[in-house]
């Protein structure tokens, strides 16, 4: 019988419930960073679309993760979840490309405004 660190013996399995393998819990982590990707994604409206930056690598992650897993071959929890997570990370890579889009386009947008004040306050001292 095999004892945990304290000494004791561990908990006997319970009946019904599959203990995760190692790819169950890839298959686990693929999801949960699809989870993570969506919510920086809904975060993006909010933070003028600066944690799409953050988003759309983590979903590219989760994408790549689940493809991994779903090619090894699971057992029926570990296949939902890597699904789920084949499903949350394209979604959740196609809404990071808009919003990091949009957060590039905002920071040239206002690199830009920057630089033409910039311009115009020295034209204007030139000038003056």
Do not use: H, Q
Not at 31 to 42: E, K, R
Not at 110 to 122: D, K, P, S
């Amino acid at each position: 019988m095999a004892l945990d660190p304290y000494g004791y013996p561990e908990a006997p399995p319970v009946p019904g419930v599959a203990s995760a393998g190692a790819g169950d819990t890839e298959a686990i982590a693929a999801m949960w960073a699809a989870v993570g990707s969506l919510t920086l994604n809904a975060l993006a409206i909010c933070s003028c679309y600066m944690t799409g930056l953050l988003a759309l690598p983590l979903g590219i992650y989760a994408l790549y993760k689940s493809s991994m897993v779903n090619r090894a071959g699971l057992s029926a929890s570990g296949s939902a979840s890597a699904t789920a997570g084949l499903v949350g990370g394209a979604v959740g890579t196609l809404l990071g490309m808009f919003f990091a889009g949009m957060a590039l386009f905002m920071l040239a947008y206002f690199l830009f405004l920057f630089v033409m004040i910039f311009l115009g306050a020295i034209g204007a001292a030139a000038g003056a």
